[in-house]
């Protein structure tokens, strides 16, 4: 089971508390919103009415960090319980997750740590996707994740890997155009050849927000900046190759006014709404 394409992406942000007045009762608003499922539990007072107001306005899509998909050892069942319970609330047209493994040792690790990516590694990947559809049955897309290291002796890159997922079980790519970003330059790698070396149709969802810089120079997925122009050009590019159904902003911190939010949509917007498709 696949996401579908479409001609012309939905494009929001991921829903903070910090934007909730303003999404309930601003007259101009995004076309979709990224739920969280580790903060939208049902359970927590308020969630199921906020849930259904959202709903009632805006697309909604899921999003979670903590599947470890990459994982021989599956995360705690009361765990993949509440993804259940939170997809049933929302009812998201897509639900996403990581290329990644934060469970091992029975221990959150509390991290997005990379896959060895080769052949063995495809299979656990394969198989826990299998297990997940069946659990939320709904599409999963799988994103591509800021690699603070990759682990030596892997047969593939993470471009590679997802690749050979989509065209294994169909799981849809979710691109974070500045996971990409970052992980080339601190790797001296061209961002648009990881862009262009993934399967047009496999890309589904894209996510973007501008990068920090740590003390030494590297560049940090920190979640808290504008987008900056290198991302922009970025974005661009992979708007000409791919026609993802939605694209999100995924803002965590140092949170700009709604209309200011609201203006990075718009421009994310005119970008993806550009005709021409690459070959």
């Given at each position: 089971m696949s996401a579908p394409v479409a001609t012309t992406p939905l494009v929001g942000f991921a829903y903070r508390r910090a934007y909730r007045a303003a999404l309930h009762d601003a007259e101009r608003g995004p076309d979709?919103?990224?739920?969280?499922?580790?903060?939208?539990?049902?359970?927590?007072?308020?969630?199921?009415?906020?849930?259904?107001?959202?709903?009632?306005?805006?697309?909604?899509?899921?999003?979670?960090?903590?599947?470890?998909?990459?994982?021989v050892e599956r995360p705690p069942q009361a765990y993949l319980d509440g993804l259940a319970r939170f997809v049933e609330l929302v009812q998201p047209r897509v639900y996403s997750d990581h290329f990644a493994v934060t469970y091992a040792g029975g221990r959150d690790l509390g991290h997005l740590t990379p896959i060895w990516y080769g052949e063995q590694a495809l299979e656990v990947v394969v198989r826990n996707l299998t297990a997940a559809r069946r659990l939320l049955g709904v599409p999963i897309c799988l994103e591509i994740i800021a690699e603070p290291f990759a682990l030596p002796g892997a047969q593939w890159d993470q471009a590679r890997f997802a690749a050979e997922v989509w065209r294994g079980c169909g799981c849809g790519i979710h691109l974070d155009v500045t996971n990409v970003f970052i992980n080339a330059r601190n790797s001296g790698q061209c961002p648009r050849a990881f862009v262009a070396a993934l399967p047009a149709e496999a890309v589904q969802m894209i996510h973007a927000v501008g990068f920090g810089r740590y003390e030494h120079g590297e560049l940090a997925d920190?979640?808290?900046?504008?987008?900056?122009?290198?991302?922009?050009?970025?974005?661009?590019?992979?708007?000409?190759?791919?026609?993802?159904?939605?694209?999100?902003?995924?803002?965590?911190?140092?949170?700009?006014?709604?209309?200011?939010?609201?203006?990075?949509?718009?421009?994310?917007?005119?970008?993806?709404?550009?005709?021409?498709v690459a070959p």
């Open positions: 979709v919103l990224e739920l969280m499922a580790e903060t939208f539990d049902p359970r927590l007072p308020g969630r199921v009415d906020d849930v259904r107001a959202l709903r009632e306005r805006y697309a909604l899509v899921g999003h979670s960090v903590g599947l470890s998909i990459g994982s920190t979640h808290d900046e504008d987008i900056q122009q290198e991302l922009w050009d970025l974005l661009a590019y992979t708007f000409t190759r791919v026609r993802p159904a939605t694209a999100v902003i995924e803002r965590d911190g140092n949170f700009p006014p709604y209309a200011s939010l609201l203006a990075e949509v718009d421009r994310m917007r005119s970008l993806a709404a550009r005709p021409e």
